[in-house]
């Protein structure tokens, strides 16, 4: 059974950063395409950032492009989301996904179980 562990979530201030980290002992993160997906309060799922498993292209949403940063740690098979610059408008539950590239940005084969983000002054 394939299982994602997250973590990393909180409480923060606009302006300071997270770094969500996805963990799993029965999936291999550089096998497939990555992707990190949110869900703010009363809205749709949100696509936010992938990473390529062969070529390590990353792609970003407009919305966090500059500020966030997706990376996978082979050594220690851990899918990582750092976030910087945080804004009221990125609180929302992130989830990290395993996807094919056929997908639509939103659909996944695996999920996390969610970690909380809250941004608040």
């Known amino acids: 059974q394939v299982q994602f562990v997250e973590s990393g979530g909180g409480l923060v201030q606009p302006g300071e950063s997270l770094k969500l980290s996805c963990a799993s002992s029965?999936?291999?993160?550089?096998?497939?395409?990555m992707k990190w997906v949110r869900q703010a309060p009363g809205k749709p799922l949100e696509w936010v950032s992938q990473l390529s498993p062969k070529s390590g292209k990353t792609v970003y949403a407009d919305s966090v492009k500059g500020r966030f940063t997706v990376s996978n740690d082979k050594d220690k098979n851990v899918f990582e989301l750092r976030m910087n610059s945080l804004a009221l408008e990125d609180t929302a539950v992130y989830y990290c996904?395993?996807?094919?590239?056929?997908?639509?940005?939103?659909?996944?084969?695996?999920w996390g179980q969610g970690t909380q983000v809250t941004v608040s002054s």
């Open positions: 029965s999936f291999i993160f550089s096998s497939s395409w």
């Open positions: 996904a395993a996807a094919s590239p056929s997908e639509t940005p939103t659909m996944a084969d695996y």
